[in-house]
């Protein structure tokens, strides 16, 4: 095989073999295949699309590029949930607890934030003493006894993904669809689950803006999981504004003790709820979402789902008397408020500059090597919908980091809309792929 040949193929709009598909993902990932020729497929890719099955082909390919983790050992159908990026999204820290508490084990492996998203990762180092990178051993017997546990996303999981995406993102080739999909699935598969439930975002907030391009996306990525007898369903959210309150890594620590507790943001828990919920009929194989969602909303109501993350943070060595005493959470040195210089009803955000002024104070990171304060970010004071007058409270800002207040207030001034006409706010979930 030649790689030359493959290329033209693809340019010529012929659909690709899954076996010239495994040759140039695998000569790719050894180095065998450059930069430049790798660069010209995916940019024939990206201009002639990819059927479903080269998609599957693809994502399987690099699935099959490093590990693939073993979760035979773990009793029970295990489900897992990804969403596709966004601000203030804290699911993971609450789902988990939930899905846990009511039998379904949930073997979590979560990345680390990235530009203007956060990662599970980050936010759960937010208890001292966490070990996020325990042996599998140790994981898998964690997820046995306590129904949950959180494994840092490790480079071997997908190795050819992470080349690929790096290429992609120096040559305009991260858009499409097939090219997104097979490369977060890819990465799901490799990570052991019998069953898949994607929060596929959608807004301002989001990497699809539209309910059209989140469709086909998320389209893309069942059809992937179901043709390889991985059940997938998708649920599309809106992310027009930061989820819940809080932005930045203590600070949605404890908005996340805030819903386990019974209280917290409204469009928080009913995220939570619903995606619970899917996860736990998934995880049963049962049809009635109606009886689980009373049964989710009771783990919360009763104590149960925050006992459950205390059971995991103490199992996992980190200091879960904080989950009691989240005052006890390092806090940070300046908090500023952003007060409305005019009256009237929010209209829309600018979600994504939102994250980025998040990441300006201190919790996230511009590049993978930058170190992030776990005690900066923002804490919303207003959503869509709501009505202020001037000088009352839109954000509050937490940082350390005092020469960059102002840019950050700028940012968050810039991006809340305020018109005299009350906006209608959309549902939280936009559509469901079941
Ligand atoms: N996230 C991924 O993991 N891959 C993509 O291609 C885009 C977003």
């Known amino acids: 095989m030649r790689v030359v040949d493959i290329i033209a193929k693809k ?14 993902v695998e000569g790719y990932t050894k ?23 080269e998609t599957v082909d693809l994502t ?3 699935a099959a590029s490093g590990d693939r983790f073993d979760l035979s050992q773990i009793s029970g159908i295990k489900v897992d949930k990804h969403s596709t990026g966004g601000v203030g ?29 956060g990662g599970t990762v980050d936010k759960l180092e937010s208890f001292p003493g966490i070990d996020l990178k325990p042996n599998m051993e140790t994981f898998i017997s ?52 019998d069953k898949i439930v994607l929060d596929v975002k959608v807004g301002s907030g989001a990497f699809m803006q539209t309910l059209e391009d989140a469709r086909v996306l998320a389209k893309a990525m069942t059809d992937i999981g179901n043709h390889l007898g991985i059940k997938t369903i998708a649920l599309l959210t809106n992310m ?12 949605e620590v404890k908005e996340s003790i805030e819903v386990l507790s019974g209280e ?62 989240p005052e006890h959470f390092k806090v940070a040195g300046l908090t500023s ?49 709501d009505f202020v007058k001037v000088g009352e409270t839109l954000a509050t800002l937490h940082t350390n980091r005092e020469d960059k207040r102002k840019e950050a207030m700028d940012i968050i001034l810039d991006s809340v809309e305020i018109r005299q006409e009350k906006a209608t706010k959309k549902p939280l979930v936009l559509d469901k792929i079941l």
């Open 142 to 193: 964690n997820v046995n006894r306590i129904g949950a546990s959180v494994i840092a996303q490790s480079g071997e999981i997908a190795p050819a993904d992470k080349k690929i995406y790096a290429l992609r993102d120096v040559i305009g080739t991260v858009g499409n669809i097939s090219l997104i999909a097979s490369s977060i699935m890819s990465k799901k598969i490799a990570s052991g689950a």
């Open 60 to 62: 399987m390919a690099m």
């Open 264 to 325: 917290g943001p409204e469009d928080l828990i009913e995220m939570c709820v619903l995606l619970a919920s899917y996860m736990v009929m998934l995880g049963r194989n049962s049809e009635s979402y109606a009886e689980i969602e009373k049964e989710v909303r009771a783990q919360i109501r009763d104590g149960i789902a925050l006992k459950k993350l205390k059971e995991m943070i103490e199992a996992q060595g980190g200091d879960a008397s904080l989950v009691d005493h």
């Open 337 to 385: 408020d952003v007060v409305a210089e005019r009256e009237g009803y929010i209209a829309t955000m600018k979600t994504n500059d939102i994250g980025k002024a998040a990441m300006l104070l201190g919790a996230g990171r511009e590049k993978k090597e930058d170190e992030i304060d776990p005690t900066a970010g923002i804490v919303m004071r207003r959503k869509i919908g």
């Open 240 to 251: 027009d504004e930061p989820l819940g309150n809080a932005i930045g890594n203590i600070l």
């Open 11 to 24: 340019r010529d709009g012929v659909e690709l073999a899954n076996e010239e598909i495994g040759f140039v």
């Open 89 to 117: 999204d804290k699911t993971t820290m609450i789902i988990a607890p939930i899905v846990a508490s009511l039998g379904v084990p949930v073997a979590k492996m979560s990345g680390r934030g990235l530009g203007f998203t």
């Open 31 to 53: 180095g065998e295949i450059p930069d430049y020729q790798m660069a010209a497929l995916l940019m024939a890719i990206y201009l002639n699309k990819m059927s479903t099955q």
